[in-house]
Every structure is written in structure tokens, then in C-alpha cells.
């Protein structure tokens, strides 16, 4: 009786532990996205959906939850159960920005979350209204010095890279601006193209196709180097601005705790997904950088982000100003 008793309990208890690798995933994941579709956040997560879907034969579904500039979504990511059927898109604005400028956030970005690959970083442009008759950063800094109004811009919400980018542009070009939040990307870039605002500070590949057809002008990036298939697009370092250089990234994330089988798993296949010569040349022509990390490097790469950015959001006043 007792081993059978004991037996009864062991498969108990093998039916209630965390998915392991091996068997991994036996039903359909969700990827949860904090961002709204269209964005840059969004369409890496349906590349990486759509490899994993295929290489390991389960269903990866993308759940778009947006708001509060991405932590809405990351807040359900965070308290997910930490079974392997929950991940989702993490970035630079949800893991080091928002923590710091909101200290009474309901996430701690290294104890609520298992860090699982680095997906891909890009580049903000600084994209204008056409019609402003804007080209260049002579040009945009001239007409917003000679306004009596600040200059508004857009960004996915208050406290994400794009609005402290966009602070930085206005410190160090000496020009005044009015940042108008949105909860996402699609909206803010619709509302720029109809002249509701006057610039926006997103992603390259959030605005590529914009400014490919005219609808956006794109003025500078902020890469260090010209980004291979813009050629035209100048970088604010070569403009004068070297303090301008910056790029947001991407990453996959889950809760806190998942199994480190199925870690290990996912990030050798996100690293398989973007090394793909398809995905390689989307990347470059959407102005998007991949690199590979492991699950250990990508962890320590989050608490560098943080220490990097805190001083920068000081300086900016940000903090306690955060959703």
C-alpha cells in the first residue's frame, strides 16, 4: 500500500511540476506583447512567434496588451505562472526606464522576471510632419526655435525610450517641445502623418515605411553610424550631436522562475530565428540590429541598461512621473 500510495503521489507531483524541455510545450504559448500592432515591439514578436510555432510544432499566439507605456502588458507577463506558457516582449523602456522613473511600480525588473534572449536593438529617428517644410536639423532646430509654442512630439507613453529620447533632442539642440503620449504606435505615427503633431521620436523600423513613402521626413538617427539601407538618413553624431547616439532593444522575457531547461531552449531557438538569412535581411532593411546572448548575459545586460539610463532620467526630472 505504501508504494503504491508513494507512486500515486509521484505522478502527482510530475503532473504539477513546471514543463520541462523535453516534452515542452505540449499546448499553445502565448506571447504577451505590451505594445500595440504595428510597432516594432509587435512584429518581432510575430517573427519570433512564427519560428517557434514552426520549429517546435505548438501554436505561439501573440496577445497584444497595451498601455502605460508598455507595463501593463509587462505586469501580466510578470505574474503569469511560470509554467513555459507564458512569455512575452520585454525592451528598454519596460525593464530600465520605467522602474526608475516610477519607484512605486508594481514590477522589479531582476526578481520579477526570467530573462530569456536578446532579440533585437534599433535606432530612433526623428521623423517630421512633411509639411512643416522641415528636411534637416538646421531646419527643424530653426523652425522651432522662431515658434511661440513648443514643438509637440509623440512616444508610446510616458517614461518610454522614445519620450526620453526626445527630451534629450530638445536639451541639447536648446529647443522647447511638448511631449503628447500615446498608447501606441500605430496611433501616435497616424496622428504625426495627419499634422495633429509635429514630430515623433520611434524606432527606424517603426517609421521605415513611413518616410519610404513620403508621408514622414525623417531628419536624423540616433545610431552611431549611418545605418547601411538609409544611407541618406544622417546621424545626429555626425550632425553635431554625439551625445545623441542611442538605440532601444527588444528581448524575450518570462516570469520569474522558468524552468531553466525550457530558458535554455528558447534562446537557442530565438538565436536560431534571427540568425535566418530572411530574417537577417528584414532586419537590416526594417533598421533593426540582432545579437545573441545567453539567458546569464542578457540578465547582467538588463541591470547594465538600468544603471546606465538612471542618471539620464534624473537629469530629465522623470522620476515620479511615470505611469
Same mark, same amino acid.
Given at each position: *500500500?505504501?508504494?503504491?500510495?508513494?507512486?500515486?503521489?509521484?505522478?502527482?507531483?510530475?503532473?504539477? /511540476?513546471?514543463?520541462?524541455?523535453?516534452?515542452?510545450?505540449?499546448?499553445?504559448?502565448?506571447?504577451?506583447?505590451?505594445?500595440?500592432?504595428?510597432?516594432?515591439? #509587435?512584429?518581432?514578436?510575430?517573427?519570433?512567434?512564427?519560428?517557434?510555432?514552426? !520549429?517546435?510544432?505548438?501554436?505561439?499566439?501573440?496577445? &497584444?496588451?497595451?498601455?502605460?507605456?508598455?507595463?501593463?502588458?509587462?505586469?501580466?507577463?510578470?505574474?503569469?505562472?511560470?509554467?513555459?506558457?507564458?512569455?512575452?516582449?520585454?525592451?528598454?523602456?519596460?525593464?530600465?526606464?520605467?522602474?526608475?522613473?516610477?519607484?512605486? &511600480?508594481?514590477?522589479?525588473?531582476? &526578481?520579477?522576471?526570467?530573462?530569456?534572449?536578446?532579440?533585437?536593438?534599433?535606432?530612433?529617428?526623428?521623423?517630421?510632419?512633411?509639411?512643416?517644410?522641415?528636411?534637416?536639423?538646421?531646419?527643424?532646430?530653426?523652425?522651432?526655435?522662431?515658434?511661440?509654442?513648443?514643438?509637440?512630439?509623440? !512616444? /508610446?507613453?510616458?517614461?518610454?525610450?522614445?519620450?526620453?529620447?526626445?527630451?534629450?533632442?530638445?536639451?541639447?539642440?536648446?529647443?522647447?517641445?511638448?511631449?503628447?503620449?500615446?498608447?501606441?504606435?500605430?496611433?501616435?505615427?497616424?496622428?504625426?502623418?495627419?499634422?495633429?503633431?509635429?514630430?515623433?521620436?520611434?524606432?527606424?523600423?517603426?517609421?521605415?515605411?513611413?518616410?519610404?513613402?513620403?508621408?514622414?521626413?525623417?531628419?536624423?538617427?540616433?545610431?552611431?553610424?549611418? *545605418?547601411?539601407?538609409?544611407? #541618406?538618413?544622417?546621424?545626429?553624431?555626425?550632425?553635431?550631436?554625439?551625445?545623441?547616439?542611442?538605440?532601444?532593444?527588444?528581448?524575450? !522575457?518570462?516570469?520569474?522562475?522558468?524552468?531553466?531547461?525550457?530558458?535554455?531552449?528558447? &534562446?537557442?531557438?530565438?538565436?536560431?530565428? *534571427?540568425?535566418?538569412?530572411?530574417?537577417?535581411?528584414?532586419?537590416?532593411? #526594417?533598421?533593426?540590429?540582432?545579437?545573441? *546572448?545567453?539567458?546569464?548575459?542578457?540578465?547582467?545586460?538588463?541591470?547594465?541598461?538600468?544603471?546606465?539610463?538612471?542618471?539620464?532620467?534624473?537629469?530629465?526630472?522623470?522620476?515620479?512621473?511615470?505611469?
Amino acid at each position: *500500500m505504501f508504494r503504491l500510495l508513494a507512486a500515486a503521489f509521484a505522478g502527482l507531483f510530475f503532473a504539477l /511540476s513546471p514543463a520541462s524541455a523535453q516534452d515542452w510545450p505540449t499546448r499553445p504559448v502565448r506571447i504577451i506583447v505590451p505594445f500595440g500592432a504595428g510597432g516594432t515591439g #509587435d512584429a518581432l514578436g510575430r517573427v519570433v512567434a512564427e519560428h517557434l510555432s514552426a !520549429s517546435l510544432k505548438q501554436q505561439f499566439v501573440v496577445e &497584444n496588451r497595451t498601455g502605460a507605456g508598455g507595463m501593463i502588458g509587462v505586469q501580466a507577463l510578470a505574474s503569469s505562472a511560470p509554467d513555459g506558457y507564458t512569455i512575452g516582449i520585454t525592451n528598454v523602456s519596460t525593464l530600465s526606464l520605467i522602474p526608475v522613473i516610477n519607484p512605486k &511600480n508594481s514590477y522589479h525588473p531582476l &526578481n520579477d522576471f526570467t530573462h530569456v534572449a536578446f532579440v533585437a536593438g534599433a535606432p530612433v529617428v526623428l521623423a517630421v510632419f512633411p509639411k512643416l517644410g522641415v528636411k534637416t536639423l538646421p531646419d527643424f532646430i530653426a523652425y522651432a526655435r522662431k515658434r511661440d509654442k513648443p514643438l509637440t512630439f509623440a !512616444s /508610446s507613453g510616458l517614461g518610454s525610450d522614445g519620450h526620453l529620447i526626445g527630451e534629450a533632442i530638445a536639451a541639447s539642440t536648446k529647443i522647447k517641445v511638448e511631449h503628447i503620449p500615446y498608447k501606441s504606435t500605430s496611433q501616435a505615427l497616424t496622428d504625426v502623418v495627419g499634422g495633429h503633431v509635429a514630430f515623433s521620436t520611434f524606432t527606424l523600423s517603426s517609421s521605415s515605411s513611413f518616410i519610404r513613402a513620403g508621408t514622414l521626413t525623417g531628419v536624423a538617427v540616433t545610431s552611431p553610424e549611418r *545605418m547601411a539601407d538609409y544611407p #541618406d538618413l544622417p546621424t545626429f553624431k555626425e550632425l553635431g550631436y554625439g551625445d545623441l547616439v542611442a538605440s532601444t532593444w527588444f528581448s524575450i !522575457s518570462g516570469p520569474a522562475k522558468l524552468p531553466k531547461d525550457v530558458v535554455d531552449k528558447l &534562446n537557442r531557438e530565438i538565436a536560431s530565428a *534571427m540568425a535566418k538569412p530572411e530574417v537577417q535581411a528584414r532586419m537590416r532593411r #526594417d533598421g533593426l540590429l540582432t545579437e545573441s *546572448m545567453s539567458p546569464d548575459a542578457f540578465t547582467k545586460f538588463v541591470a547594465a541598461e538600468g544603471a546606465r539610463w538612471t542618471p539620464l532620467i534624473q537629469r530629465a526630472g522623470l522620476v515620479g512621473k511615470g505611469p
